[in-house]
């Protein structure tokens, strides 16, 4: 009886995840992260004889069986107790569970410097962008933050061992101050800050500003701003915040990208209930080009209550507008109008974005006013040919052509627009930056 017992149980065990595929028996949390969705195809002669539909449905079934996150996490976690081992891609775990980035990392030991002349060359240029921008009014300004690695040091693992060299940071600090560039250093001022703040300025288990840290931020952003525009932008103050010990935004987003079973313990998080004073105050219209730091500022909506309709050029490649839907590619903005529609620009990039700063931005408006954009043409001419290049060789690979063919007659579009999307799509993955 016991033997009948225990091979039943086998058997729900090992039907168990069938069962749950086919109706979803019991509540389970979705992974986070970036990730595609395979999809079934469903049978037909043809896919099968050309093996697509085995291929296609192998993963689909792979990524699809039931409890498959379960079982993500549950090997997540193992891997995290017992060997202190990240399962995500770039996470680096600290003393005590804090989480870091491997960029942050190597941006503070100084692993990723770049040298000083390169530093100095961008720095000349941005200087004349600067001074070109004064005469039409306009105002040009350098934001730098730290990153989490600069911000916590103490909680960085033991291995791997480096040696700490000249950083980024330091050298365009050094550089910066020696010109009239307007330059905020938030990396100083946070850290002075880390002593005497009431509530945590970064996260334990997030990779960016705290949502308290980043208000702040942005009350020293509107005064900078207020003090070089010669005017008083609106006031941001925080009159009380409210105590959560489950993070809220992007306080955790290093460890839901972990897809762990069990949360990491943590300190309590405080989130600001802010007061903005608007009486007589003036709000400049502003271009900020940045990294993802930016969004706790941007996306809060806390920009569009200190800038006029601000806009923010994510890594200065997409760029967003208040108020419009979706949002811009390069190619797709006139550069001098964009830049000169502005009061101020700000130039925004935590310590370890500077290995790339303003992510061309720079070197496009130097090119732009001290070259005519000759430059910029260049390259625009080399990217469209490019993208020419890699449409031809994706309608002469028989089989990526066939399945574009077969998705533009199931949407009702022409094929040669879903050929440029994957030609342009393509390219960017192979000149991305971040």
Not at 35 to 51: C, I
Not at 159 to 171: A, V
Not at 310 to 331: A, C, I, Q, S
Request: aromatic share 14%; glycine share 6%.
């Amino acid at each position: 009886m016991i033997k009948k017992i225990l091979f039943g149980l086998l058997l729900l065990f090992l039907f168990l995840p069938i069962l749950q595929q086919a109706f979803h028996l019991f509540k389970t949390k979705e992974l986070s992260g970036e990730f595609t969705k395979a999809h079934s195809e469903p049978f037909s002669m043809k896919a099968w004889m050309d093996g697509s539909y085995q291929k296609t449905n192998e993963k689909y079934l792979n990524e699809n069986f039931g409890f498959r996150s379960t079982c993500v996490r549950i090997n997540n976690q193992l891997a995290f107790n017992l060997y202190q081992e990240a399962r995500a891609i770039n996470v680096i775990i600290g003393k005590q569970n804090y989480l870091y980035g491997d960029g942050y990392v190597n941006a503070y030991y100084g692993n990723d410097f770049i040298g000083q002349e390169k530093v100095a060359e961008t720095v000349r240029k941005l200087k004349f962008v600067r001074d070109t921008l004064r005469k039409k009014n306009i105002d040009l300004m350098v934001m730098i933050v730290p990153g989490k690695a600069l911000f916590f040091p103490e909680f960085l693992p033991d291995e791997p061992h480096y040696e700490k060299k000249i950083t980024n940071y330091e050298s365009y600090k050094q550089q910066l101050e020696k010109t009239n560039i307007p330059f905020l250093d938030m990396c100083s001022y946070l850290l002075k800050l880390k002593k005497t703040s009431p509530y945590p300025l970064y996260p334990k288990t997030g990779i960016h500003w705290s949502l308290y840290g980043a208000e702040i931020a942005v009350d020293s952003l509107a005064r900078f701003v207020g003090k070089l525009r010669d005017t008083v932008l609106p006031k941001v103050t925080i009159p009380r915040v409210r105590l959560n010990k489950n993070p809220e935004g992007s306080d955790d987003d290093v460890e839901k990208g972990m897809n762990l079973f069990f949360q990491i313990p943590k300190f309590i998080m405080a989130y600001p209930l802010v007061d903005i004073d608007f009486k007589n105050t003036y709000t400049p219209h502003a271009l900020i080009i940045g990294d993802s730091y930016v969004w706790n500022i941007y996306g809060s909506g806390r920009a569009a209550q200190i800038f006029n309709h601000p806009h923010f050029w994510y890594y200065y490649k997409d760029l967003y507008k208040v108020g419009m839907e979706g949002t811009l590619r390069n190619e797709n903005v006139d550069l001098k109008k964009e830049i000169e529609e502005q009061e101020v620009i700000i130039l925004l990039a935590n310590d370890a974005r500077l290995v790339d700063f303003s992510e061309g931005f720079i070197d496009d408006a130097y090119d732009l006013y001290a070259n005519g954009g000759k430059g910029m043409q260049e390259k625009k001419e080399a990217r469209a040919k490019e993208i020419a290049k890699r449409m031809a060789d994706i309608k002469g690979d028989k089989e990526w052509f066939a399945n574009l063919k077969k998705e533009a007659d199931e949407k009702h579009v022409p094929v040669d627009s879903l050929v440029k999307v994957n030609a342009v799509y393509t390219y960017d993955m192979d000149h991305q930056k971040r």
